[in-house]
């Protein structure tokens, strides 16, 4: 009788490891998803103080490595007047601002 209650707590306390394993994921990925659009908006930033200074934009194809994240910018308008789409990356998460200049 000890062994059956002994295998049937093991059992309990697999379970209770292997279900909160999704939950220990969908976290980490919340927490990439932050940090990926917090770069996207950093990188916006940057845009709006170049147009604001009268500064040439950042050339598209542009990437800021800030250690766990990367600002891109994807796409610059060349004469200062158009859309500029700005991606920001954490780990499997990538989020993007696209921003008109006129």
Not at 5 to 27: E, H, K, M, P, R
């Amino acid at each position: 009788m000890l062994v059956f209650v002994l295998a049937l707590i093991s059992f309990v306390v697999i379970a209770a490891v292997v279900g909160g394993q999704g939950d220990t994921q969908a976290s980490a990925l919340r927490v990439e998803t932050a940090r990926a659009f917090y770069a996207a908006e950093s990188g916006a930033v940057i845009v709006f103080r170049s147009v604001a200074a009268g500064d040439p934009l950042p050339a598209s194809g542009t990437e800021f490595d800030l250690g766990s994240e990367v600002i891109e910018f994807v796409q610059t308008p060349p004469s200062g007047a158009g859309t500029a789409v700005i991606e920001g990356r954490a780990g499997l998460a990538r989020r993007r601002i696209n921003l008109e200049i006129r």
